[in-house]
């Protein structure tokens, strides 16, 4: 399971923080409630318009992220 501390970062800035987190090998799990579109930008490790569905996320992720 992953620690709560092993995700501590929030985004603001679509445009700068999912090609950041990925340069940085940092997964990224993107509340997209907006929808907006990323288009070219890397793929978020999960990308949802509701947060229902992180507590699933987060607890059947693999540890080795």
Do not use: K, Q
């Not at 992953?2 to 501590?8: F, L």
């Not at 993107?30 to 318009?49: K, Q, S, T, V």
């Amino acid at each position: 399971m992953i620690t709560p501390a092993r995700w501590d970062a929030v985004l603001f800035d679509l445009r700068f923080d999912l090609p950041g987190a990925a340069g940085v090998g940092m997964p990224v799990w993107w509340h997209n409630r907006a929808r907006a579109d990323r288009g070219e930008l890397p793929a978020p490790l999960a990308e949802h318009d509701r947060l229902t569905p992180l507590p699933r996320d987060v607890l059947m992720a693999p540890t080795e992220i």
